[in-house]
């Protein structure tokens, strides 16, 4: 699980600190608003109705913090396996995820150090849009095996 | 006439500074609920196996289905309070007047921000509990005037006492 360390500090998975781990990409409009309302009970006019989302002053009707909170947790997820182990996550609801944004997930290592028999990680998370612009910057703390 | 507000935070809302807000227990969390989350969540690309296949999950370090870390036991309806889940109703006072006290004098509500620290894993058959509490207010100037933080703690049980989750919520009310 744990590679040998590389210049510069240790290798988790493939990636050290101050590289992103893979991004996780979605391109979030009602098909995906309306499944997520459907599981969290969160039918909320402005996350279904494009003239609510511009009552709110959005060009749109938008998605859910709450599903940004979840592809945060998929981007963690996708990287560390089934083994690994999130720890803690935390992050700010910046800004709207409007139609027609393609949303990617990143994330950055910042710190990787032994804990027990495993290797913890600290990251930083973010979510943005197709031009930069962060919609739910945040952190998390996850942890992998560090030998099989 | 209009009056600059030195501090939204009065005596008695300092006293109430750590009470309950609301305690809430899940209805048993069935497979389907997870399936159904992970579906919602990784749309439209299939979710991975170990939320779906039981035989796969079987196999994995969990030993069985687990639900997505973030995965919410109560939507729709709750075992206790019986019924339907009860929806925030947007009041930027709520927390107050819960409480029984006298809210601040703010109109808008934004949320600030969540932060989440986890436990054990939620499974199929398990029963959550939620408990609430008012945890701290602070207070800041910004460019909207005076603006109040108001930090909430929530802790999820699983019906063996271990802790599932401790959430840390920040409403920003101006």
């Given at each position: 699980m744990t590679d040998a360390p590389a210049s510069g500090g240790p290798t988790v998975l493939g990636r050290t600190v101050g590289q992103e781990i893979p991004t996780f990409v979605r391109t979030p409009g009602l098909h995906h608003w309306n499944r997520y309302a459907a599981v969290n009970d969160e039918f909320v006019p402005i996350h279904m109705d494009d003239e609510a989302g511009r009552a709110a002053g959005y060009p749109t009707a938008f998605g859910m913090g709450n599903l940004q909170w979840s592809y945060l947790h998929d981007l963690l997820r996708q990287w560390i396996g089934?083994?690994?182990?999130?720890e803690h996550v935390h992050c700010q609801f910046r800004s709207a995820n409007v139609k027609g944004q393609v949303i990617t997930a990143h994330g950055r290592i910042t710190e990787v150090r032994p804990e027990g028999d495993r290797h913890v990680v600290e990251l930083e998370v973010w979510t943005e849009d197709q031009h930069g612009t962060r919609l739910a910057p945040g952190g998390a703390v996850v942890s992998v095996p560090a030998a099989e | 006439m209009t009056q600059t507000v030195t501090?939204?935070?009065s005596d008695e809302m300092r006293a109430v500074l750590?009470?309950?807000?609301g305690r809430v227990v899940s209805f048993p969390i069935a497979e389907s609920d997870i399936r159904r989350w992970a579906v919602a969540v990784y749309y439209p690309e299939e979710p991975p196996r170990?939320?779906?296949d039981a035989e796969y999950a079987a196999g994995s370090v969990h030993r069985g289905i687990v639900a997505?870390?973030?995965?919410?036991?109560?939507?729709?309806?709750?075992a206790q309070p019986a019924g339907l889940a009860r929806m925030g109703?947007?009041?930027?006072?709520g927390i107050e007047k819960s409480l029984g006290v006298r809210p601040p004098p703010t109109e808008f509500q934004l949320n600030g921000g969540i932060d989440v620290t986890y436990g054990v894993r939620m499974r199929p058959g398990d029963v959550i509990t939620s408990v609430s509490t008012l945890h701290g207010y602070h207070e800041r100037r910004g460019r909207l005037g005076l603006m109040l933080f108001t930090t909430m703690a929530n802790t999820w049980t699983n019906q063996h006492g271990e802790q599932v989750r401790l959430t840390k919520g920040m409403l920003i009310r101006y």
């Open positions: 089934d083994d690994g182990r999130i | 501090s939204y935070v750590g009470a309950e807000l170990l939320f779906w997505p870390e973030e995965f919410n036991p109560f939507a729709w309806m709750t109703d947007n009041d930027p006072n």
